[in-house]
């Protein structure tokens, strides 16, 4: 049946409205720091009251604003792996792992058989005696998520669980992470404001903006087609322009003072269109007058990043300051300016294909 959220809650610097539904699989909930990603888990786990709403887990009501419900967050069966990981300080990996099991498993053979294959499952074994201290980042992870597992949740919540870790360890846990969701029979509600790890991680995504949650979509969708520009924004797209329909084939972009060929069907009005900076293609200029949907621009920086060229570019008929951004790899742009030669202005193409229309 899922999970059903439809809360809210005013928080002083905005009001936190999260509406949306899961069906099983793993949801991200993709949003800048400080917009009610966390808050709204603490609101599912019952750690913190909404001030109005309902919250519903596999037909399990957890709270009902207007039946006066708010179940003990110990009641809810939540597993909950918090930033910070929040192991007992004071017990080791092994005795951190039992408190898990001490709700539900009286045998002290079968809990002792159940931590062990944790321990061995997570690569725990030459830490068993350790406290959270001793342990390094990557295994104070395991040890948490190993103690939310064997408490047996009905539903998994993971608060950016790899924001304290650097880039190698990240990936490493990232892969054992997967693996451990893969087994997972419940619903899990993945928080980042990573849209590497939303790809990656999970089937759905949610977009919250100051507060307000989007509906739930595939991770596809959002890097393919978002619909407003706070989606396409946490998605990576970096070139955006205010905009309306010029027809049923046009699209007038007044920031970069162009008119554009769309491709596909849109009747409703919108406010900006999105282009990513990878599918920007620099025209040699001899070949200007052959193509369509181009843009003049100078060029105000070249960019060596590792993998590839950045070109910073300000469209001729702009209205405003805000450049464009090219990415191109090192040896197209090594190939175009060896027969472009040293130029201070570009022509670039925006594939019709490749304009997002945004609300």
Request: with cysteine; aromatic share 8%; net charge neutral.
């Amino acid at each position: 049946m899922g999970l059903s959220v439809d809360i809210r809650k005013d928080l002083g610097d905005f009001i936190l409205e999260a509406k949306f539904e899961t069906e099983g699989g793993v949801t991200g909930i993709l949003g800048a720091s400080g917009c009610g990603k966390s808050m709204t888990l603490r609101c599912i786990a019952g750690i913190v009251k909404p001030d109005w709403g309902r919250i519903v887990l596999d037909g399990e009501v957890f709270f009902d604003s207007e039946r006066g419900i708010h179940i003990r967050p110990q009641n809810r069966h939540v597993g909950y792996l918090f930033q910070n990981y929040a192991l007992f300080p004071n017990m080791t990996v092994e005795q951190n792992l039992m408190t898990g099991l001490l709700s539900y498993e009286k045998d002290k053979k079968k809990a002792r058989a159940a931590v062990e294959e944790m321990i061995e499952r997570f690569y725990l074994t030459d830490v068993v005696s350790h406290r959270p201290t001793q342990l390094s980042g990557g295994q104070q992870q395991r040890a948490a998520l190993a103690r939310i597992l064997l408490s047996r949740p009905k539903i998994l919540m993971l608060d950016e669980p790899f924001s304290a870790l650097d880039d190698f360890l990240r990936w490493k846990l990232e892969l054992e992470l997967l693996e451990v969701l893969k087994d997972f029979a419940g619903d899990t509600l993945f928080v980042s404001h990573s849209r590497d790890e939303i790809y990656r991680l999970c089937d759905q995504v949610c977009v919250m903006e100051k507060g307000t949650s989007g509906r739930v979509i595939p991770v596809r969708q959002l890097f393919e087609k978002p619909s407003t520009k706070a989606a396409a924004l946490l998605s990576g797209c970096k070139n955006y322009s205010r905009a309306h329909l010029e027809g049923g084939e046009h699209v007038f972009a007044i920031d970069w003072g162009v008119r554009l060929k769309y491709q596909g069907t849109w009747t409703e009005p919108i406010q900006n269109i999105g282009v990513r900076s990878h599918y920007l293609h620099p025209i040699p200029k001899a070949e200007a007058n052959k193509k369509e949907n181009l843009i003049h621009c100078d060029i105000l920086q070249v960019i060596e990043d590792v993998f590839s060229i950045v070109v910073m570019a300000r469209p001729k008929a702009a209205t405003t300051n805000e450049p464009i951004r090219i990415e191109v790899s090192k040896e197209f742009w090594q190939d175009f300016s060896q027969k472009e030669g040293i130029e201070k202005t570009i022509w670039v193409q925006v594939p019709p294909e490749h304009i997002m229309l945004l609300n």
